[in-house]
């Protein structure tokens, strides 16, 4: 079983940056491959990063690609998601997912209880 918890997000205007974090409890994090969802109100959650186990491979959705990089310290049990050039578009509960055993998110074995980031314009 895997305890992930998110932090770091908040209100930030238009253009401004935002780190995420999620910590996950455990000693077998690097088995997982780590990323992150958002749903914004009124919409289906959709996929927005993911990293591999090594942390040597990453992938992004479209609306963010360019804007946001996600990166892991497994000595730390932690996967970032730096978002830079924020858009009101943007808004959303940022939910942070695992999966065990593959290099990619799929469908997550494990989410997190999500941290809200709202971006004002």
């Known amino acids: 079983q895997v305890q992930l918890v998110e932090s770091g997000g908040g209100l930030v205007q238009a253009g401004g940056s935002l780190r995420l974090s999620c910590a996950a409890s455990?000693?077998?994090?690097?088995?997982?491959?780590m990323g992150w969802f958002r749903q914004a109100p009124g919409k289906e959650r959709e996929f927005v990063a993911q990293?591999?186990?090594?942390?040597?491979?990453?992938f992004y959705s479209d609306s963010v690609k360019g804007r946001f990089t996600i990166s892991r310290d497994n000595a730390k049990n932690t996967v970032y998601l730096q978002m830079n050039s924020l858009k009101p578009e943007d808004t959303a509960v940022y939910y942070c997912?695992?999966?065990?055993?593959?290099?990619?998110?799929?469908?997550?074995?494990?989410w997190g209880q999500g941290t809200q980031v709202t971006v004002s314009s």
């Open positions: 997912a695992a999966r065990m055993g593959r290099d990619a998110l799929g469908e997550p074995d494990y």
């Open positions: 455990g000693r077998t994090f690097r088995s997982y491959a």
């Open positions: 990293i591999s186990r090594s942390g040597g491979g990453a």
